[in-house]
Structure formats: C-alpha cells, structure tokens
C-alpha cells in the first residue's frame, strides 16, 4: 500500500510537470497575437507597440529565449490582435474614465490595422464629445481619417463627426454628414462582421438625428435597422434596442411607416 501510495504521488507529480507547463504553453498560443506579411510569412507572439511605422513584436524561440522583432506596417497584409483586457472595463464607465483608460491604448497602437484599435479610437472621440472636448475629439476623428485612408475605417471618423453635429444640435449638418454611410449600407444588406459593426453605429447616430426632428417612425426604423440587419456587435444592438423601446415609451402608438 505504501509503496503504491508513493508511485501514484509520484506519478501525479510527474503527469503535472508534464500537464502543467502544456497548459501554459497553449494559454500562450492561444493568446498570442500574429503578424501575416505581405509575402504570406506569418509571425506570432505579443505585439507591444507601434513607432516610426514599425509594428514591435516579442516572439518565442525554438529553444525556449525570447526574439524582439520590428516589422514596417507597410509590409503587413493583416494582424489578428486580441483587445487589451482594459477594453472590457470601459463598458457603460463615466467619459473620464474611458479617457483614462484609452488614452495610453491609442497613444501606444494608433495606427495598427486592428479592429479593436479603431473601436478604442472611436471610443476616445465620443469620450471627448461627451465632456465637451471638442477639439480634442476632432483631432481624434482626424487622425482615424489620416492613419486609414481608402478603408472602410474611415466610416467611424465620419460618423464620429456626425454625431458630434448632432450633440452639439446641427441636426441637418449630422444627417447630411451620415447620410452617404446610411445609403450604401441600404445597399448592402449582407455586410462581412466588421462593416456591419460600422453601419451599425452610423444608424444609431442617422436614428438620433431623426428623433431629434421628431421624425418619429424613421427614427424607430433605424433603430431596428441595427436590431435586425447589422446585429455584429452585440453592445450596439443593446443600445439600439433601448433607444427603440425609450421612443416607444415616450411616444405610444409609434410604428413604422
């Protein structure tokens, strides 16, 4: 009996050196960010920053050391980069709070082509619309114009634009700022995840603009747009379903036309 006790405490030991580190290993993998280059190289590991427009990447090597690589952004097809924890926390925070939060994000990433890098700039913007920051919100809108030229990304400058008219109460001035965004989303009906997210905030702005003009059933319209046809982002289909059922509440017998 003792002497199987002892194989067996041993045995599991040994099967957790074993288990252990492979657990970590593909906790890592699974985390690790990567770099697919133009001539279809992929690298892997943590990307930690961008400067000068070279992409910083820390990579394992195959005898367990660490390699820092520079790669220029003109030389990268795509990046798959998972957003930083600190993205999680922001939901439903105070504007200051985002700031905090993205401020040093956005410092740090603007630039790269990733999805969550735009989502952090667009958030930043409307922050600094909310405390009334409006230069500093345009200077955001601008660089997403500046650093993504001829890409879809540029829909969530325009729209930051738009919605920052419609705070400050230049209705028509939002409208026909957002309007071009909402005609070719009516056109594309079966949009890829990432353009759908984009039209979906663009009608949520297009949907408060019309509110505003007391265009009641055009408005609740919009906000169903989101619900039902660019459902990507489930935080803004949420939003879209409050603003729907609050002009409901506030204006019973509302439908739409």
């Given amino acids: ?27 890592r993998c699974c985390a690790d960010d990567q770099i697919e280059k133009k001539d279809h190289t ?3 590991g943590q990307i930690t920053g961008l400067a000068d427009g070279q992409v910083s ?14 790669v220029y952004l003109s030389d990268i097809q795509s990046i798959t980069m998972a957003p930083p ?7 439903d925070a105070p504007p200051a709070s985002v700031i905090a939060t993205l401020e040093p994000l956005v410092k740090e990433y603007a630039g790269l082509p990733a999805d969550w890098v735009l989502d952090a700039m667009a958030q930043l913007g ?8 409006e230069d500093k919100a345009s200077a955001v809108y601008d660089q997403i114009n500046q650093l993504y030229p001829n890409s879809p990304y540029q829909m969530l400058a325009v729209t930051g634009k738009a919605r920052q ?5 230049r209705i028509d001035e939002a409208l026909a700022t957002i309007q ?16 759908g997210r984009l039209y979906a905030n663009a009608f949520l702005v297009y949907g408060q603009a019309l509110e505003a003009q007391k265009k009641l059933p055009a408005a609740l319209e919009a906000y169903l747009t989101v619900v039902t046809m660019f459902y990507q982002n489930p935080t803004l289909v949420e939003k879209a379903r409050q603003l729907a059922k609050n002009l409901r509440d506030q204006n019973p017998g509302v439908g739409v036309d």
């Fill in 1 to 27: 009996m003792a002497i199987g006790a002892f194989f067996s405490c041993r045995f599991l030991k040994l099967l957790g050196l074993v288990i252990f580190p492979a657990l970590l290993l593909a906790a």
């Fill in 165 to 169: 008219s419609l705070t400050q109460g």
């Fill in 57 to 70: 990447i820390q990579s394992q090597t195959s005898n367990g050391g660490t390699a820092k690589l520079t």
């Fill in 85 to 91: 924890a600190a993205m999680a926390r922001i939901k």
């Fill in 126 to 133: 409307d922050a600094y619309d909310a405390l009334g920051q």
């Fill in 180 to 195: 071009p965004i909402i005609t070719e989303a009516n056109q594309n009906l079966a949009p890829p995840p990432s353009k």
């Fill in 42 to 44: 992929i690298i892997r």
